[in-house]
């Protein structure tokens, strides 16, 4: 009866956190009077495509598509994955291999990093990326989260290349490994799921963020998803059908990026990999 308990709690609670996801497939899905009817209609009784369409063919901005939007986000997001991927794990190698000064204190100082409130940085990295030229530009949005990623990257590659035994690596170096095939053919496979779970979560963050794209950003074509979705709230009303369809389509990518790297998120590869 207690696993019983325990599965039913747990299926509850997948129900629960899966429903607003449901209902924002389902109203997408929906034509307008279904969706303003004054009963709920949880399945769509006339499914439609209507909504999909007018964000895709139309023009949310004049002279710019919801796929611009797509591209632009796409650009930041993938660009900032690759970056802090690279970053971090030479970062983590150096810091989980390597002993020099002030070792402790960066290590700290990357814990002390992701406490500041992210809108107490708005306007000091405002000042910074209008001084570097890079104002109203993607690469701006890309340093941007490079930098939120890095510490939280840097910090959990770290465990990941610290659990990798160093006989893995003497033992490359005997066989005549030099120092970058080691990395390459020993370290880099045996961290590949700590650097698939950074990815998720350095992609999550610079997909989906919207006051630093808001602030650094003033050209209509550069706008990123999160700040095009705003130009379907107006001022007395809101047209529901396309900010679900495009909220579902905006949803679509993480779906997307995680069941294709889920594959390496298995811990436990170098278990039994030295005896002894």
Do not use: C
Request: charged share 10%.
């Amino acid at each position: 009866m207690k696993k019983v308990a325990l599965n039913a709690a747990g299926l509850l609670v997948a129900l629960f956190a899966a429903f607003p996801v449901y209902w924002m497939i389902s109203t997408s899905l929906k034509p307008s009077r279904e969706i303003f009817s004054a009963t709920p209609q949880p399945v769509p009784a006339h499914p439609t495509l209507e909504h999909y369409r007018e964000i895709l063919t139309g023009n949310l901005i004049p002279g710019v598509s919801f796929v611009d939007f797509f591209v632009n986000s796409a650009i930041v997001a993938v660009s900032t994955v690759v970056l802090s991927g690279l970053v971090a794990l030479l970062a983590a190698t150096a810091v989980a291999r390597f002993r020099f000064k002030l070792r402790t204190s960066f290590l700290i100082m990357l814990l002390v990093v992701q406490m500041i409130p992210l809108e107490a940085l708005v306007i000091p990295l405002f000042l910074m990326i209008q001084r570097l030229g890079l104002y109203n530009t993607l690469p701006s949005l890309i340093l941007t989260y490079l930098g939120f990623s890095l510490p939280f990257a840097v910090w959990m590659l770290r465990g990941f290349v610290a659990a990798v035994p160093k006989e893995l690596e003497e033992a490359a170096a005997i066989d005549g490994a030099s120092r970058a095939q080691t990395f390459r053919r020993v370290l880099f496979p045996l961290v590949a799921p700590g650097l698939v779970a950074t990815s998720i979560f350095s992609f999550i963050t610079a997909w989906n963020e919207l006051i630093f794209a808001l602030t650094f950003i003033n050209d209509q074509g550069s706008y990123t998803l999160p700040v095009a979705m705003t130009f379907f709230f107006g001022r007395d009303d809101t047209n529901w059908g396309p900010v679900m369809a495009a909220s579902t389509l905006f949803t679509l990518p993480v779906i997307i990026f995680f069941l294709l790297v889920q594959r390496r998120m298995v811990s436990g590869l170098v278990a039994g990999a030295v005896k002894g």
